[in-house]
């Protein structure tokens, strides 16, 4: 009741504006409206722009000052890695297919959720602390659902006006990036090096034994099994950096 009257209000000192017009319309409307109601147009016009208007962006000013030094660190990145020294290299990896993994599972999972029925179901404390709520917001699930509908949008099937080629593209790189980060990386498995039974295999001076037999067949697989394990780390490495190549390729569209 009370916004239905504060919109009537509203749409009485705007001297009841169509839903659209032409930019000739428009202009011929607004010169209607001067003539016909100056004192209203005053308001909706020079007021606005004299005193409200300064007013609203100060406000903005102060609340975006705030607002990107507490919750909306965007000048902070996250490696998503554990307390612990890291190496350079491995920050690098990290922060960035991170900010990969949260462009998914947060930004463009909000961006679904708020035009999803999913939102209507929000209990009654989240629709209050609206901001507290998108702060803790977490929905792979809707992330994906999102990048999988963008994907189909190189269908031939579907309307000129609604194909986009380039961003199906996009999506099911981010996609197939996404999911190498999440599941298939975490899932690599080092070798099982076989340990080699002499008891001072793990003295540096051990090797310059007089019993230290090289040919013994345990220490031919202990090598052996170390070479391997040091082959497939530089085929991770590799991988890696293949990898955070194709992400920077595309993060043009990484926006929302």
Known sequence: MIKRLYRKIESWLDFNPPGALSSKGWRLFNKEFKEKAPIRYW??????????????????????????????KYHILDTGLPPDYHSVEQQMLHVNFNMLKNFVEVEQ??????????????????????????????????????????????????????????????????LALYDWWV????????????????????????????????????YKAHVAGMEAQEKLEQEWVKEDEEMLIRLIKIRMSLWT
């Open 43 to 72: 308001f909706h016009n020079d007021f606005r722009r004299s005193v409200i208007l300064p007013i609203k962006w100060k406000k903005d000013a102060i609340r975006s000052r705030i607002r990107y030094r507490t919750y909306d």
């Open 109 to 174: 999972a909000w961006q679904h959720f708020c035009w999803s029925p999913e939102r209507e179901k929000r209990t009654r404390l989240q629709k209050f602390f609206r901001t507290y709520y998108r702060y803790k917001f977490r929905r792979p699930d809707l992330g994906i659902k999102h990048f999988e509908w963008a994907s189909t949008l190189d269908d031939p099937a579907l309307p000129p006006h609604e194909r986009s080629d380039y961003q199906a593209m996009a999506a099911r790189e981010i």
């Open 183 to 218: 599941n298939k990386r975490p899932a690599r498995k080092e070798i099982e090096v076989p340990e080699y039974s002499h008891q001072g295999l793990n003295d540096i001076l051990s090797c310059f034994d007089d019993d230290f037999d090289r040919d013994a067949e345990d």
